[in-house]
């Protein structure tokens, strides 16, 4: 079982840098927003007087669409490790910022119905994985629900393969969480999204040059260079990037 890729501080720092820029970053389209958020309100039919939890939730690009769709009666719970990010959310009454590291939210008093953690998992070691699923089951209402979104084993995205190669080291197996799950006491269910996109090929290269993955964090400017011309090359006769984003979504009921 792998490792997260980065520490604390460097994952800390890399989403404080990119905050200002992130939702232009992230934000493929509307559409996918929409998309996203649906299958999300869809996963963990939630109810109006739900108290939800989006852990590591970022600028809260999709927490504020999912809001919209269920128009919750108790502030969303909106935990990120870096408060910049949680600038973007923390002047409407609708949220409840709380800027700190994961596994040590888990530990707080808290008590949810539902909790959304996307593209986040991999952060964590296994240890840390296995504390903060095993603190979440224990502060979650019963009947409540946890959504778990991460990518898959592999990627199609246009990166340089260096990027790709470091992407399929270190990318948590989730048959390895569903395992997780289910040993902490979740009745456990897996399902696969997809969504095609299709975005500009300088508008891609801006976001590699801006490290818009963590992932991308680990290499130095040189390293990013040399990853931007070898995207140039291999899609020298494209100006339009078309691939799927697909989706590993774990929900765990506990009943």
Not at 45 to 60: A, M, N, P, R, V
Not at 168 to 194: A, C, H, I, M, R
Request: net charge negative; proline share 3%; with cysteine.
């Amino acid at each position: 079982m792998q490792e997260s890729c980065q520490n604390k501080e460097q994952v800390q720092k890399h989403y404080q840098n990119i905050a200002v820029n992130f939702d232009e970053l992230w934000t493929y389209s509307q559409d996918f927003i929409i998309f996203i958020s649906e299958k999300i309100v869809k996963k963990l039919e939630f109810k109006s007087q739900d108290i939800f939890l989006d852990l590591g939730c970022g600028t809260g690009l999709f927490t504020k669409e999912i809001n919209n769709i269920v128009g919750f009666d108790n502030p969303v719970i909106c935990c990120d490790i870096s408060a910049n990010m949680l600038a973007q959310l923390s002047d409407n009454s609708d949220y409840k910022c709380v800027a700190m590291d994961a596994v040590e939210f888990s530990r707080q008093s808290y008590e949810y119905d539902k909790i959304l953690i996307k593209e986040m998992i991999h952060h964590l070691n296994v240890n840390e994985q296995e504390k903060l699923t095993e603190n979440i089951f224990a502060r979650l209402h019963l009947g409540g629900k946890f959504l778990l979104i991460l990518l898959p084993p592999t990627i199609e995205y246009p990166l340089f393969e260096a990027a790709l190669s470091r992407y399929e080291e270190l990318q948590p197996d989730y048959k390895y969480l569903v395992e997780l799950f289910n040993k902490t006491g979740f009745k456990t269910s897996v399902d696969f999204v997809e969504y095609p996109l299709s975005i500009p090929k300088n508008r891609y290269i801006m976001m590699v040059k801006n490290r818009y993955m963590s992932l991308l964090s680990s290499f130095d400017d040189n390293e990013i260079q040399e990853g931007v011309f070898e995207i140039e090359q291999k899609y020298s006769d494209k100006d339009i990037l078309e691939f799927n984003d697909r989706f590993v979504c774990i929900v765990g009921e506990k009943y």
